[in-house]
């Protein structure tokens, strides 16, 4: 075991927000303290408040004390915002400001979302097994252009009637960098990417196909298709093993990750990522780590909560902002083997299964990274 005095200080900022979010980011610490004593790291964390809460607290979604810690951090740990307290329409702040906020003020402009198929996802997933062999792709989600945040939006009284306007608004810088983005992880991978768009119908999406097709010339070890996103979908459940990594606008890909978690059996256990430009203290992308499943306030408070995709975004933290692929890949093992031994919360149990809480599931996890020390 080193010193404790040796260890370089990694500074992470925990969010853990609303309904389930405080119960599956504390599982995740839990799981990043396992990996700090068996690795000799020394992993600070620092709580903040976002979403819901911080407008119980602060009247705003995203106080400032929480933008500043984010952006001196070297990563940036979140559990989920929002629930039914705060889901009036015409509210002037709602919890989701923040996440939307945090991701503009931090420059993260891609998301990643790993989408593996697993011996358990082969009992639960209602897509049948054979169709989930080999299912091993990654959801390349650009995140701070399109329709979220496109201008002109909003609503205005024309004679007797009301307009609403959302505009779907990307330059070919936006396109440019997430498409580079794309190709140079599908060169670490199985060298295919699917770009995935409206063309056939929308402005945006031509521009995106002719930038996304300049960006391939770069890449000749790289295969290129084109889907539109009707057919992606239907793709993605007809064969998605013939996926590697999907590149898609914001709309598109907060859509097609979220079918996509029907691939893995449960939107609990998907984690992601979301990075850009700026670079952390360790010299690597300072990202925001998250879950893809939200709040579920139904369920908040019962110990019961699904904590893997908290987990397994804790891996995705390892790994891109910190660059300790090797205790990435601990922690997935960990996740792998506690779930592949029956060890599951409610969401993934058979009929008759003895089903864990949250904690349960999150001690196996954390016996596996320290028994596998021995």
């Known amino acids: 075991m080193p010193d404790k005095d040796d260890y370089v200080e990694i500074n992470i900022v925990v969010l853990p927000g609303d309904g389930i979010g405080p119960e599956v980011i504390r599982a995740a610490v839990a799981v990043l303290d396992a990996v700090g004593e068996r690795f000799g790291h020394n992993f600070q964390t620092q709580e903040y408040l976002i979403g819901g809460c911080a407008i119980d607290n602060y009247g705003t979604a995203l106080p400032e004390n929480t933008l500043a810690a984010c952006r001196a951090a070297d990563a940036v740990l979140l559990g989920a915002v929002g629930g039914p307290k705060w889901d009036d329409p015409n509210a002037k702040v709602r919890p989701e400001d923040g996440l939307l906020g945090l991701r503009k003020e931090l420059g993260l402009f891609a998301n990643l979302r790993p989408v593996r198929a697993t011996s358990v996802s082969m009992q639960i ?70 770009s995935v768009d409206k063309a056939n119908v929308l402005e ?77 203290t360790q010299g690597y992308p300072l990202g925001l780590y998250e879950p893809i499943h939200g709040s579920a306030p139904d369920i908040a408070g019962k110990n019961i909560a699904n904590p893997v995709g908290a987990i397994l975004s804790a891996a995705l933290l390892l790994r891109h902002s910190l660059g300790f692929e090797a205790e990435a890949e601990i922690v997935e093992d960990a996740v792998e083997k506690t779930l592949s031994t029956g060890n599951v919360t409610i969401d993934l149990a058979a009929p008759g299964q003895r089903t864990l809480t949250t904690g349960e599931v999150t001690q196996f996890v954390v016996k596996s990274i320290s028994d596998d020390e021995e």
């Open 204 to 280: 945006s999406s031509r521009l995106w196909r002719e930038v996304v097709n300049e960006v391939a010339a770069h890449y000749p070890h790289v295969t290129l298709e084109h889907n539109l996103v009707d057919a992606a979908a239907m793709y993605l459940i007809s064969r998605p093993q013939t996926f590697d990594v999907i590149l898609a606008a914001n709309l598109f890909g907060d859509i097609l990750t979220d079918e996509a978690s029907v691939l893995a059996g449960s939107m609990g256990l998907l984690p992601s990522a979301s990075l850009g430009e700026s670079r952390n």
């Open 125 to 194: 997933s209602p897509i049948r097994p054979q169709r989930l062999q080999g299912v091993d792709l990654m959801v390349v989600r650009e995140l701070t252009g399109g329709i979220y945040f496109g201008q002109p939006r909003g609503r205005k009284i024309i004679g007797d009637e009301v307009q609403a306007v959302d505009s779907m608004v990307y330059t070919k810088s936006e396109v440019r960098r997430i498409a580079n983005l794309a190709f140079d992880l599908a060169g670490q991978r199985r060298n295919k990417v699917t």
